[in-house]
């Protein structure tokens, strides 16, 4: 699970061009069905982040939330290709 956290990150600060990312996992707060998740967050000096909060955006549109996802999974799938020719 941590490995594929690692990749996912990288992949999140690569696609939106982040200099870093905030990775918090979550068990049973505030959540009506107890699971386990990890939150990805880019970041950026002075983005406003405190402790776990930080200021929230949406997206402008659908096509906009899409491009990021899009964006993501393009890096996921490079990282996945150069860690396999990696060995």
Do not use: C, K, P, W
């Given at each position: 699970m941590?490995?594929?956290?690692?990749?996912?990150?990288?992949?999140?600060?690569?696609?939106?061009?982040?200099?870093?990312?905030?990775?918090a996992i979550n068990n049973q707060v505030s959540q009506t069905v107890p699971h386990l998740h990890i939150h990805i967050v880019p970041r950026r000096r002075r983005d406003g982040l405190k402790g776990f909060f930080w200021p929230r955006q949406n997206y402008k549109d659908d096509l906009a939330r899409e491009a990021v996802r899009d964006a993501i999974e393009r890096e996921v799938g490079k990282l996945?290709?150069?860690?396999?020719?990696?060995g």
């Open positions: 941590m490995s594929r956290t690692q990749l996912l990150a990288r992949a999140v600060e690569a696609a939106v061009d982040a200099e870093g990312t905030f990775i996945q290709r150069q860690d396999e020719q990696a």
